[in-house]
């Protein structure tokens, strides 16, 4: 299966910071490659799906790029409500996620 | 508006079955999509453990292929998730998601927490 690494695991930003969270696949998966964001308690929300395509209703602040095996999701200006934790996840094979990355409070 | 909603036990008992159904309602599981179950231990990240096509095709995480099976009911409009021989370790919170190769998981379900406790 192929495995998923994100980067950071956590970091501390505040409200108006760019935001920048990598991941990358053990293979290259072309662009099937979505990001989510999770808060506390509640399920995953879906962002972007085939690596840079904007879930609807989501902020434009929230971007993603790549393609292959190294991916980037970036949120410019970051707001009170961003402070979750983020997956990417494959969909070139059997669905895989990586482990998260927590974006706090600094 | 489509919507998912897990049901099953919440308490299932070491070695025993796990069992839960996903019904969905706003769109008919026979017009396409494939149908998921994902799994998040407490304080941990996700697990994806399966997927389903309306027609029957599946598609198993290789770590839990021997003990997982993935059922779909398009009478019922549900879809259903049976884990054997569960342990602590499948402690977690389960979630169902419509999912497609090009557009990711798109609609979940609240999610349904199940202890695995004697």
């Known amino acids: 299966d192929i495995q998923m690494t994100q980067s950071p695991s956590s970091l501390s930003a505040s409200v108006g910071d760019r935001v920048t969270i990598t991941c990358r696949a053990s293979?290259?998966?072309?662009?099937?490659l979505n990001w989510y964001q999770q808060k506390p308690g509640k399920a995953p929300n879906l962002l972007i799906y085939g690596a840079s395509s904007l879930q609807s209703g989501v902020p434009s602040r929230f971007s993603g790029s790549g393609s292959g095996t190294d991916f980037t999701l970036t949120i410019t200006s970051l707001q009170p409500e961003d402070f979750a934790t983020y997956y990417c996840?494959?969909?070139?094979?059997?669905?895989?996620f990586g482990q998260g990355t927590k974006v706090e409070i600094k | 508006q489509v919507q998912l909603q897990e049901s099953g036990p919440g308490l299932v008992k070491p070695s025993e079955t796990l069992s839960l159904t996903c019904a969905v309602s706003g769109y008919s599981i026979s017009r396409g999509y494939y149908w998921g179950w994902i799994r998040q231990p407490p304080g941990k990240g996700l697990e994806w453990i399966g997927i389903?096509?309306?027609?029957?095709?599946?598609s198993y995480n290789p770590s839990l292929n021997s003990r997982v099976t993935i059922s779909v009911d398009t009478s019922k409009n549900q879809f259903s998730l049976r884990l054997s021989s569960v342990t602590v370790a499948d402690t977690a919170i389960y979630y169902c998601?419509?999912?497609?190769?090009?557009?990711?998981?798109?609609?979940w379900g609240q999610g349904t927490l199940v202890t695995v406790s004697s």
């Open positions: 389903i096509y309306h027609s029957g095709s599946i």
């Open positions: 996840q494959q969909s070139y094979s059997t669905p895989t």
């Open positions: 998601a419509r999912y497609s190769r090009s557009a990711g998981a798109d609609y």
């Open positions: 293979q290259s998966i072309s662009s099937f």
